[in-house]
Structures are given as C-alpha cells and as structure tokens.
C-alpha cells in the first residue's frame, strides 16, 4: 500500500517540476531564437553599412543573412535543451523517490503503530471476555444452579465487567496523551500534590501493611493536577504491588536549577535487565511479575505514566535489579 502511495507522490513531485522546467525550456527557446534572429539581422545591417560607405556605387548583396546558419543554431539550442530536461527527469525522479518516501515515513509509522495497537488491544480484550462468555454459558446449562451459586456467578460476572472496563478506559487514556495543548496546566503546592497522593493510595498500603514515607518539599510546580496525581497513584500502585507485605516505599522530591524530580523507591520483587528495556511498552508485563508475585494488571500502567510525564515536557526514568526493589524517577520541568 506504501509502495503505492511513495509511486504515486514521486508521480506528482515529477510532474510539478518537469512542467515547471519544459515551461522554462520552452521560454528559453523562444527568448534564444528571438535573440539569434535579432543577431543574424542587426549583423546584416552594419555589413550593409559599411559596404554602402565603402563602396556606394556597389549594388547591395544577394544574401547576407544565412537562414540555414539560423535554423541549424535553434535546432542544436532544442538539442541541448532536450538533454538538459532529459536529465533533470533523471535528478529529479530520483530525488521525488527518496523525498516521497521521507515525507510518507511518519505516516506508515502512525498506521503501524495503530495496526499494532488495535491488534494488542483486542487481543486482550478477547480473553476475559472468552472467559467471562464461558463462565456464564456453563452456569446457564447448569439445571442445578442454586440461588447461592447464581449469585457468585453474576458477582464473579461483576467483577470481571469492572476489569474490563478499566482495561477500556486505560486504552481510551493512553490515546489522549498526544498534545501539551490538551493538559489543563495550573500552578500547585508540591506538598500538597504529594500529601493528597499518598493519602489516597494509604488503603491499598494498609492492606499489605506497606509504610509509604514521603518528604515533600515547599514551592509550586505548573501541572494538570489530575493528571499528575494519576502518575503518582500508577507509580504508588506498582510499589505496593510489588513489595512484600510490611515493607516500605519512599516517595521523595527534589529541586534542581532545571526541574522538580520525585522519586519512588520501593523494596520489592525488582525488574531484571532483560524486562528493564521493556517496561514502558504497552501491555508488557514482566514474567515475575505474573507468576512469582501474582498482581493484577494489564500492562498498561507505565506505559500512560510515560506519556503523561512527556506531555508535561518532563522524562521518566527507572533503575532496578532483580529481587533488589525499584526506583522510579520523574523529571517535571520547573518553568512549563
Ligand atoms: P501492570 O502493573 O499492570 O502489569 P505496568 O505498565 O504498570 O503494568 O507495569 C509493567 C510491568 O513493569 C509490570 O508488569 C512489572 O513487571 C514491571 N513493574 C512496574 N513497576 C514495578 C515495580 N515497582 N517493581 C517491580 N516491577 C515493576
């Protein structure tokens, strides 16, 4: 299909700039033929001249203008104008090619990553709902079904929705991300941004008996404060996912010339080197994460911590061993 489109555009570049030369060429041909003439002629008057002062009682010259010399001049003029455009054909063609291409590049790149994205999303999307068909398929053949067993269908049934649907909307979130001009950016206390943060990720914590330490610091930052608090609670979320029960998670942040860097340092299961590279893209999920820690999740988490951290103009970084916790660091621009 590209091969079709970058055939196509090269047509088009080419047609633009051979008309615009064979308008040249014939300009030039009428301009040069136009002078040769004028040339021929202006040439025979001073011979004229000059014979009729030399030798006034002389009958003028039978031909003192070469018609032949004329023609044979504006036909090698259509010669060389001919190779010239025949080689402009040439730079050009290849040019229109290699620019046809340079131009469709970050559109077959756009349609790919969509291809890919609707193929992931999809394919996770049928397995749960594979899953929850089956489960209730198997219960509706059932004739013994109790009212009790009926229940925990639909609450299982329930349950299952609620993942979907957050599945849905991180999809719906990860496409949001495309423009600055889309956050609503508004000054906020760094301290209270941390405070509120913790404050609502603190059940989960208590569940596990995780302590989250944080030490904020005075100032404001230019943010779009939902967003931002969303990227605290993923990074939160992800610490007391992969910790261990009572351990800790600090969650600190720093001032520099330049930026406002948090930082969020758990104790847990750690990411190997391998996974490391990875982490970031959509729907990855590390193997200890699946099956030695067991959490919930689809992968989608930092891969929208990402793009909310760069549609502030900020980075996102990590560092982490296997089995030796991790350390999430986000750069946020001080002057947004
Ligand atoms: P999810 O947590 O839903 O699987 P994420 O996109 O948030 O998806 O994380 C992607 C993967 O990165 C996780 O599956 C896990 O393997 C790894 N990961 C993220 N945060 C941590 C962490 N704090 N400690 C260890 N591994 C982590």
């Not at 970058?6 to 088009?12: D, H, S, V």
């Not at 790919?112 to 053949?141: C, G, N, W, Y």
């Not at 007391?240 to 340092?265: D, G, M, V, W």
Request: charged share 25%; aromatic share 8%; hydrophobic share 40%.
């Amino acid at each position: 299909m590209f091969k079709q489109a970058r055939l196509k555009l090269t047509g088009w570049y080419l047609l633009i700039i051979m008309v615009i030369s064979f308008s040249f060429s014939a300009l030039i041909y009428q301009i040069s033929s136009m002078e040769i003439i004028h040339f021929a002629e202006s040439q025979r008057i001073r011979i004229e001249r000059r014979i009729n002062s030399s030798y006034p009682n002389l009958p003028p010259p039978p031909m003192l203008v070469d018609t032949d010399l004329i023609i044979e001049s504006q036909q090698r003029l259509l010669t060389n104008l001919t190779v010239i455009n025949f080689f402009i054909l040439l730079i050009s063609g290849t040019l229109s090619y290699f620019l046809a291409g340079r131009t469709l590049r970050p559109i077959q790149k756009m349609t790919e990553d969509q291809k890919q994205f609707i193929s992931d999303a999809s394919h996770e999307l049928r397995t749960p709902i594979t899953a929850l068909k089956a489960m209730l398929e198997v219960s509706l053949r059932d004739p013994k079904l109790s009212l009790d067993e009926s229940k925990k269908v639909l609450t299982d049934a329930i349950y299952s929705t609620n993942q979907l649907k957050t599945l849905s909307d991180s999809l719906l979130e990860l496409n949001q991300f495309n423009n600055k001009s889309a956050l609503n950016l508004n000054p906020f206390s760094i301290k209270n941004l941390m405070s509120e943060s913790v404050k609502k990720i603190k059940p989960k914590a208590d569940k596990k008996q995780i302590v989250i330490k944080y030490n904020p610091i005075n100032g404001q930052i230019n943010i779009d404060i939902q967003k931002i608090e969303e990227l605290f609670l993923i990074l939160l979320d992800n610490a007391i996912k992969y910790s261990s029960k009572s351990s800790q998670i600090k969650f600190i942040a720093l001032k520099t010339r330049k930026n406002i860097i948090f930082k969020i340092i758990d104790h847990g299961i750690g990411i190997s080197q391998k996974d490391l590279p990875h982490i970031f893209d959509r729907f990855y999920r590390a193997d200890n994460a699946r099956t030695k820690n067991g959490a919930q999740g689809y992968g989608l988490g930092l891969s929208i911590a990402k793009k909310i951290v760069e549609s502030h103009g900020g980075k996102l970084e990590v560092d982490s061993k296997l089995n030796n916790g991790a350390t999430f660091v986000i750069y946020l621009p001080r002057f947004s």
